[in-house]
């Protein structure tokens, strides 16, 4: 069975540019949540979708959105990115909510602005 | 607001050492604990602790988890150069998030 899978695994982008992560659930996952880990630091929670609606937001600003579709994939959009942006952007999969639920983590995109 | 520390942040042993790595928390609405293996990129998956006192054990690692005194440890006997990773600390909170530890740099040497 496939794993999370991330899209694409590397990329740069320059200050002031946009950008979209792509993530597929493990089959069967209902729940998609990324996160975003600098370097030397644990992975910081930004956003959970479950069932298609939003469950869950951390302290990003609004540059960052989400959203996640009809077969369970979801999309991570970054605007008018910074140099701060860069980071491993993580996504992870459960097959439902936080509760109980085992969370698998994909490969990353690992995102550099310049 | 919701912290995991880790401790050690660092540690160097030789191969066949055990190693004891600690995870404390002060969180909102506590769910679970989770601890990952982090060598290059993803995070794998090791153990997912919901009750206090039950041992989880897969091969030469285990994990207990103390809901009392707010903590869990993470062990490895018998280690090996493979063990050689970031171990990060997670727990699972009421507002649908993971708070992640810093993690635990363990280096095995031969």
């Known amino acids: 069975d496939a794993g999370v899978t991330q899209s694409p695994t590397h990329l740069i982008k320059t200050r002031g540019q946009q950008v979209t992560l792509r993530c597929s659930p493990i089959?069967?996952?209902?729940?998609v949540s990324w996160y975003q880990q600098v370097l030397g630091q644990g992975p910081q929670f930004i956003f959970q979708?479950?069932?298609?609606?939003?469950?869950g937001r951390g302290n990003f600003p609004d540059r960052f959105s989400a959203r996640q579709f009809p077969n369970y994939s979801s999309e991570l959009n970054v605007n008018a990115l910074l140099l701060g942006d860069s980071a491993l952007y993580l996504c992870?999969?459960?097959?439902?909510?936080?509760?109980?639920?085992?969370?698998?983590f994909g490969e990353g995109s690992w995102l550099t602005v310049v | 607001e919701d912290k995991v520390v880790q401790s050690p942040l660092s540690l160097v042993v030789h191969e066949g050492d055990t190693v004891t790595l600690n995870c404390s928390y002060e969180v909102t609405n506590f769910r679970s604990l989770l601890w990952y293996k982090q060598e290059k990129k993803a995070p794998t998956f090791l153990f997912m602790l919901?009750?206090?006192?039950i041992e989880k054990k897969s091969g030469r690692l285990s994990s207990i988890l103390d809901k009392k005194e707010l903590f869990s440890i993470l062990n490895i006997t018998a280690t090996q150069t493979g063990d050689s990773a970031v171990y990060l600390c997670a727990v699972g909170t009421g507002a649908q998030k993971l708070v992640f530890g810093q993690g635990t740099r363990l280096t095995i040497n031969p």
């Open positions: 919901t009750s206090s006192g």
């Open positions: 089959s069967g996952h209902k729940s």
């Open positions: 979708y479950y069932e298609k609606e939003e469950r």
């Open positions: 992870a999969s459960s097959f439902g909510t936080i509760s109980g639920n085992t969370i698998y």
